[in-house]
Nanobody
Framework: QVQLVESGGGLVQPGGSLRLSCAASGLAFSNYAMGWFRQAPGKEREFVAA????????YYADSVKGRFTISRDNAENTVYLQMNSLKPEDTAVYFC????????????????WGQGTQVTVSS
């Protein structure tokens, strides 16, 4: 059974940083592209960042480009999202997701999802 477990969320002031982690189990992690998505109250889930199986390719939403960095450790079956220069509009529940083989940026293409971790950016 595939499990994705996010951690690292919390309350942070504007301009601060957080590092999210997503631990995967029940799948051959190195065969999956990984993505981060977020969903704010009353809004649809949106793409944040994605990384290919071997970390060669990464993609970012324009809204986070230059501030967020996605990375992965295939030996630890973990994907990370380093978030810097956080803004109040980054407040959302952040989800990690796994997609077999090929990287994607749309929610419908992903095969498995975590339960999410809350990130709140507020002074």
């Amino acid at each position: 059974q595939v499990q994705l477990v996010e951690s690292g969320g919390g309350l942070v002031q504007p301009g601060g940083s957080l590092r999210l982690s997503c631990a995967a189990s029940g799948l051959a992690f190195s065969n999956y592209a990984m993505g981060w998505f977020r969903q704010a109250p009353g809004k649809e889930r949106e793409f944040v960042a994605a990384i290919s199986r071997s970390s060669i390719r990464t993609y970012y939403a324009d809204s986070v480009k230059g501030r967020f960095t996605i990375s992965r450790d295939n030996a630890e079956n973990t994907v990370y999202l380093q978030m810097n220069s956080l803004k109040p509009e980054d407040t959302a529940v952040y989800f990690c997701a796994a997609k077999y083989l090929v990287l994607a940026t749309t929610t419908r293409d992903y095969d498995a999802w975590g339960q999410g971790t809350q990130v709140t950016v507020s002074s």
